[in-house]
């Protein structure tokens, strides 16, 4: 079955440094890639998103490459702040199914 | 404002003692769907739901239950909850039907302690 990899946390950063969060996934069919985002206390929210190969998403300054040939999602960001803290969550949706799949997250803390 | 209301937003009760976490939405949406929250597996959908009086079978199903009489509404029911049912549950929704296009929103989030 589908099934998303991401990279263990927890990750932790000085303001300014640069980000790489890695994602890789298995699908059987042509899925959708997401990245969410989860605040403390909140909710997940929609960061990003990519539906078809070598499409780019970008929200934020947040930045993730649709890559078929190495079947990968990985989030980056140039500069990071404190207010990026949060739980990073990696998804995928096969066209048509009925549900997102997950990775385990990886929870990011930005130190000033 | 568009969004997912979930209640309550904690809950601690005793094993067998039937809850019963309600969901609603204000976007009109077709879809709505349960997940569940745990650490190290990130979240696995229990249940969803295409439209009203439409639900089937997510990932992890046992011992819960669903019911989707108004498009708007979507409880989840433990009818006899027991301590692995402990977790942070959050409920989504999207427009339509499959997951691929559309942004799913999700409510706060209900932590839930069994004993």
């Known amino acids: 079955g589908d099934s998303v990899t991401q990279m263990e946390g927890p990750v932790t950063l000085s303001e300014e440094a640069f980000l790489t969060i890695n994602c890789t996934y298995t699908a059987t069919g042509y899925p959708s890639l997401f990245w969410y985002v989860q605040y403390p206390g909140e909710g997940l929210q929609l960061l990003l998103k990519?539906?078809?190969?070598?499409d780019k998403g970008s929200n934020k300054g947040f930045e993730a490459t649709y890559r078929k040939e190495t079947t990968s999602f990985h989030l980056e960001k140039g500069s990071v702040q404190v207010s990026d803290s949060a739980v990073y969550f990696c998804a995928l949706s096969d066209w048509g199914a009925q549900k997102l799949v997950f990775g385990q997250g990886t929870r990011l803390t930005i130190n000033p | 404002e568009a969004q997912v209301t979930q209640n309550p937003r904690y809950l601690i009760t005793v094993t067998g003692k039937k809850l019963t976490v309600t969901c609603s939405q204000n976007?009109?949406?077709?879809?709505m769907s349960w997940y569940r929250q745990d650490p190290g597996l990130g979240l696995r959908q229990i249940y969803y739901s295409m439209n009203v009086e439409v639900t089937d079978k997510g990932d992890v199903p046992e011992g819960y239950k669903v019911s989707r009489k108004e498009k708007r509404n979507f409880p989840l029911i433990l009818e006899s909850p027991s301590p692995n049912q402990t977790s942070l549950y959050f409920c989504?929704?999207?427009?339509?039907?499959?997951?691929?296009?559309?942004?799913?929103?999700f409510g706060p989030g209900t932590r839930l302690t069994v004993t």
């Open positions: 990519a539906t078809k190969a070598d």
């Open positions: 976007m009109n949406h077709e879809y």
């Open positions: 989504a929704s999207t427009l339509t039907g499959t997951t691929s296009s559309y942004e799913q929103y």
